[in-house]
Nanobody, 124 residues
Framework: QVQLVESGGGLVQAGGSLRLSCAASRRTFGNFAMGWFRQAPGKEREFVASISGSGSSTSYADSVKGRFTISRDNAKSTVYLQMNSLKPEDTAVYYC?????????????????WGQGTQVTVSS
């Protein structure tokens, strides 16, 4: 059973920063690509960022490029999303997800396991 537990969400003013964490339960964490997605009220879930199993490759949605950074610590089985220069349109529930392969993907249906989500609210 794979469990992913997100933390670090909260309320922040526009221009502020938050760091999300996602802790995974399996010790073979480094074999699998990880991704962050988000879903705002009334909208579909959208890709935010992904990172390969080794951490050597990353990918970002255009809307967050240059503001968000995804990273991972395989020794701690944890993936992070550093979010800077936050905007009200970043408000959403953020989910981490795990693929069954080490290579990155941007489509949600390429990911097999999902966390419960953490709320990020950016006030103007």
């Amino acid at each position: 059973q794979v469990q992913l537990v997100e933390s670090g969400g909260g309320l922040v003013q526009a221009g502020g920063s938050l760091r999300l964490s996602c802790a995974a339960s399996r010790r073979t964490f480094g074999n699998f690509a990880m991704g962050w997605f988000r879903q705002a009220p009334g909208k579909e879930r959208e890709f935010v960022a992904s990172i390969s199993g080794s951490g050597s490759s990353t990918s970002y949605a255009d809307s967050v490029k240059g503001r968000f950074t995804i990273s991972r610590d395989n020794a701690k089985s944890t993936v992070y999303l550093q979010m800077n220069s936050l905007k009200p349109e970043d408000t959403a529930v953020y989910y981490c997800a795990r693929r069954e392969m080490p290579s990155m993907r941007v489509r949600a249906d390429e990911y097999s396991y999902w966390g419960q989500g953490t709320q990020v609210t950016v006030s103007s």
